[in-house]
């Protein structure tokens, strides 16, 4: 597919996502590409929601190497269990970040950032592979939606071909 994804204006954020997700699945089927399936997902969901950073951070090893992203340059590397990716990464968990500054050993890849939300993605095995990474500029701005909704997005990314 390559069209436009489209949300009308005026839609609440669950609306938005629920109008979201099937033009992702959509976007994605016919394309076995990881890395332009992976830019356009995290494209679609950047300017859906107009987060400051939107990407992806890949397991290499004992570090997250940046993937894919939208928004301001970012961090490259990210060590285990540093910051909140690396954290998601260890204890295999969804992290909602109402304050960074408030988060113990928050890595400031831009000083714009004021509350992050960040996703594991697991293989077939349940072994985390990425962790996607969305942050926002307003503090306390991520709540149940987001988490349920990205949720189903990460399932979408986990289930791409080329991992």
Not at 35 to 43: D, E, F, K, P, V
Not at 107 to 134: H, K, M, N
């Amino acid at each position: 597919m390559g069209g436009l994804i489209s949300i009308r204006e005026g839609l609440g954020k669950r609306e938005r996502y629920e109008t979201l997700l099937p033009q992702v699945r959509a976007l994605v089927a016919d394309e076995s590409d990881l890395t332009a399936n992976l830019g356009n997902i995290l494209s679609a969901l950047h300017m859906t929601f107009r987060f400051h950073w939107t990407g992806l951070y890949r397991v290499v090893g004992d570090e997250l190497v940046l993937g894919p992203f939208q928004g301001p340059v970012a961090c490259t590397r990210i060590a285990r269990g540093r910051g909140v990716c690396g954290t998601a990464w260890v204890e295999k968990r969804m992290i909602n970040v109402p304050d960074v500054e408030a988060f113990p050993g928050h890595i400031a890849c831009s000083a714009l950032s004021r509350s992050e939300l960040v996703t594991p993605i697991r293989d077939e095995r349940g072994a985390v592979r990425a962790v996607l990474d969305i942050d926002s500029e307003l503090p306390d701005f991520f709540d149940a939606v987001d988490e349920s909704m990205l949720a189903e997005v990460v399932r979408i990314i986990e289930n791409l071909r080329g991992w």
